[in-house]
């Protein structure tokens, strides 16, 4: 089942696919004029899915949130659920004294899987069909109903995602603000700065500041962060695009080819010529 709210006045696209039965997997496509959040619900078994190409295990109960950049292949869909929203649907940008989740349950950091009790899954199970039934129902309020059940949906998973991820940060808002804007600052500057000092100097904080707080609400520091992203968009531009390796090189930044393939190679075991060869069809 597919159920969409596509406004053509103002190009605002809402999605919900839920239980493909008729296809053994289902994905996004990347789209340059439609590009959407999504948040994967897996509502049965364990399942494979693959992320911008990378396969990965997606656990029963269990949410994951992807950036509206990122693409999603899941074998076998049925239990499977995903809304997909655009940022002119709902910019979580401009509603984030709101939501208060970009840079944290949306990040281009490590997969933020989130698992469900008991009580959070018959509270989804109800907020699904709310879904189902404002999709089917076309009147003047439909957008905004949409609007108030995806804000609550983010809200319900942020909430677990901070439980899960920084079960020490209750009390210590301003760390998980620190950590949040930091993600922010990354998505919008990695392709030129790579250094712990820019961000701090952004944040008014001491690199040593931030090396030290990280670690102490459970996450990466700093500088794995920047690196990580800077890989991850390297793996996407040797998987989506033609441009070379030395196209590649300047675009994120680096000044010498040899260096950025030593780079790469640091993380991924293989250089960017090897990545390339060894991707697999990605349908």
Request: aromatic letters at 12%; proline letters at 3%.
């Amino acid at each position: 089942m597919k159920l969409t709210l596509l406004d053509t006045k103002t190009g605002a696209d809402l999605l919900l696919i839920k239980n493909e039965y008729s296809y053994d997997h289902y994905s996004f496509s990347r789209d340059k004029e439609k590009k959407y959040f999504t948040i994967i619900w897996n509502r049965g078994g364990e399942k494979v899915i693959h992320i911008d190409g990378e396969e990965t295990v997606l656990m029963p109960d269990t949410i994951l949130p992807l950036m509206f950049n990122q693409t999603f292949r899941v074998e076998d869909g049925e239990t499977t659920v995903a809304w997909q929203f655009n940022r002119e649907f709902y910019c979580i940008q401009d509603h984030d004294e709101e939501v208060s989740c970009l840079g944290f349950l949306f990040c281009h950091g490590d997969k933020q899987f989130i698992s469900l009790d008991d009580t959070m899954k018959q509270k989804l199970e109800l907020l699904l069909d709310l879904f189902i039934l404002e999709l089917n129902t076309k009147d003047t309020i439909q957008r905004e109903m949409l609007m108030v059940l995806l804000k609550r949906l983010i809200i319900d998973l942020t909430r677990i995602a901070r439980n899960t991820y920084m079960p020490d940060s209750k009390g210590q808002d301003d760390r998980y603000n620190l950590v949040r804007e930091f993600n922010m600052l990354v998505e919008g500057h990695f392709r030129k700065e790579h250094s712990v000092n820019f961000y701090a100097g952004l944040l008014n904080k001491s690199p040593k500041t931030l090396s030290n707080i990280f670690p102490q609400v459970n996450q990466k520091t700093p500088l794995q962060i920047i690196q990580e992203r800077i890989v991850m968009e390297a793996k996407r531009l040797l998987y989506y695009t033609d441009k070379t390796v030395k196209e590649i090189t300047y675009e994120l930044g680096f000044e010498d080819p040899a260096y950025f393939a030593t780079f790469f190679k640091r993380s991924t075991l293989l250089s960017p010529g090897e990545y390339r060869k060894n991707r697999e069809s990605f349908v």
